[in-house]
């Protein structure tokens, strides 16, 4: 099974990155954190020391058009917060 993981850039995750050296992903729902470990480690080249996951449910979204009131729902999703070994930083910006 792959592991879908995608880091997370916002202000709050790049404030706790450079504080705490912890780095934040959306990962795949199924996906468990020796799993999550693993697939970090091996991506970026680095030792974690820890991962803590969050649980997200989908939400109920919808919006009014001319032809009428559109439903939907956003997906469910798992967020990880991996804290690495003392030293160690993962650059996300070194493709671009």
Avoid: H
């Avoid at 997200?56 to 070994?85: E, M, S």
């Amino acid at each position: 099974m792959t592991i879908q993981i995608i880091p997370v850039v916002t202000e709050k995750a790049t404030a706790v990155s450079e504080k705490n050296n912890r780095y934040t992903f959306k990962v795949s729902p199924e996906a468990n954190k020796f799993q999550i470990k693993d697939a970090v480690e091996k991506m970026y080249e680095v030792k974690v020391v820890g991962v803590s996951t969050m649980n997200y449910d989908g939400k109920k979204k919808q919006r009014y058009t001319r032809t009428g009131l559109l439903r939907g729902k956003v997906a469910a999703f798992k967020k990880a917060v991996v804290t690495l070994a003392e030293g160690q930083t993962i650059d996300f910006y070194s493709n671009i």
